[in-house]
């Protein structure tokens, strides 16, 4: 069977990721801090008839992440799927902006993904075999207030992904940026604001591994946040900023 690794599996996306693909066939290696979560989600890919793999790691740290991976591909073998998901928010509003709340953003969410693909990717060019796919989000598309440093850590991903695929793709190697729009996870559940259009997790992580069997260089969702979001590209930057302060700072 294939075998796919997951940052970020013990919870939310990543965990439900684990579930869909060991119903479609995959193995599946799981990483995370919490080791009992790994355990039952582990527990469920088995039930589902796959092998899976759990190892702990902080996605920070940058040795650990590759004791975590070494560990994984001893007992399922190479990677032919990497998720790089693992990641969180943090809100960073201007009036108390604080330079080291905004680099333990950066380090999660832009960090911990380097991390990930730089222990994959050389087994992957070399065998001219592979995919990785990297959660950013939809709040990577324009600068959401207060969630300024979590949209810049969004969109540096993005980028870093579309500028890897154009040099991988045509080697053997799929590169997929994922966007999701608000989806019901823990960490959701911590958000006192309105979340339009909200997607249930198990919905969410069917839609990306469908997006991820097609090897698609860009999962995004739900259609109504991200078309007016993308369209913003092409609006003038005092009309952007006019949108964003009439219509998403005055529901947050
Ligand atoms: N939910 C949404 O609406 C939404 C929308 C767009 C993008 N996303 C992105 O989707 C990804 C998953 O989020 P989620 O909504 O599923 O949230 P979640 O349920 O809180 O899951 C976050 C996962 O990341 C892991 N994690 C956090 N910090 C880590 C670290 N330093 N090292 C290793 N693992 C770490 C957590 O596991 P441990 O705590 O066990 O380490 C957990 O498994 C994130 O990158 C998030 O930014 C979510």
Known sequence: MPHALITGASSGIGAALA??????????????RRREKLEAVAASV?????RAALAVADVTDRQGVRQAIASCTAQLGPVDLAIANAGGGGLTP????????????????FDGVAHTLECVLPE????????????????????????????ASKAAVQVMMQSMSAELRHRGVAVTVINP????????????????????????ARHIVRGLERRRRVIEF???????????????????????????????
């Open 222 to 252: 739900p259609a109504p946040l991200s078309w007016p979001l993308r369209a913003t590209r092409w609006l003038p930057a005092w009309m952007v900023e006019w949108l964003i302060r009439t219509v998403i700072m005055t529901r947050t």
């Open 94 to 109: 201007a009036d108390a902006f604080d330079a080291g709340e905004a680099s333990r953003i950066m380090r999660l969410n």
């Open 124 to 151: 992957m060019i070399a065998r001219g075999h592979g995919h990785v796919a990297a959660m950013a989000s939809i709040a990577g598309l324009a600068g959401l207030p207060p969630s300024s440093v979590y949209s």
């Open 181 to 204: 729009g608000f989806v019901r996870t823990p960490l959701t559940d911590t958000n006192d604001f309105d979340m339009p259009f909200m997607w249930e997790v198990d919905r969410a």
């Open 46 to 50: 088995v039930e589902a008839g796959a």
């Open 19 to 32: 579930l869909e693909l060991a119903r479609r066939g995959w193995d599946v290696s799981l990483i995370a």
